[in-house]
Nanobody, 115 residues
Framework: QVQLVESGGGLVQAGGSLRLSCAAS????????MGWYRQAPGKQRDFVAD???????NYEDSVKGRFTISRDNAKNTVYLQMNNLKPEDTARYYC?????????WGQGTQVTVSS
């Protein structure tokens, strides 16, 4: 079992920055990739970025160059640094990992970007 807790969301003006954190607990030593997804009202949950335990990263095209995912394996925490935020980045952001064939999600943290 894995528990994920996100934090760091909030309200920011366009062009601003936020840093999201996701702390993992439970059977964390078996975790490889961790990722961030987001879901806007009335829309599906979409991939944003992920990172392996070795540090390899992937990003959705619209966030490349603006968002940076990183992780601190000693703290079992993954971060999402979001710069130059746009109103279209407004969504609830979820942390996700996969372990033994099961997906685990956090409760999400709301990011709202005003124009």
């Amino acid at each position: 079992q894995v528990q994920l807790v996100e934090s760091g969301g909030g309200l920011v003006q366009a062009g601003g920055s936020l840093r999201l954190s996701c702390a993992a607990s439970g059977i964390v030593r078996s975790i490889n990739a961790m990722g961030w997804y987001r879901q806007a009202p009335g829309k599906q949950r979409d991939f944003v970025a992920d990172i392996t335990s070795g540090g390899s990263t992937n990003y959705e095209d619209s966030v490349k160059g603006r968002f940076t995912i990183s992780r601190d394996n000693a703290k079992n925490t993954v971060y999402l640094q979001m710069n130059n935020l746009k109103p279209e980045d407004t969504a609830r952001y979820y942390c996700k990992t996969r372990l033994l064939g099961n997906n685990y999600w956090g409760q999400g943290t709301q990011v709202t970007v005003s124009s």
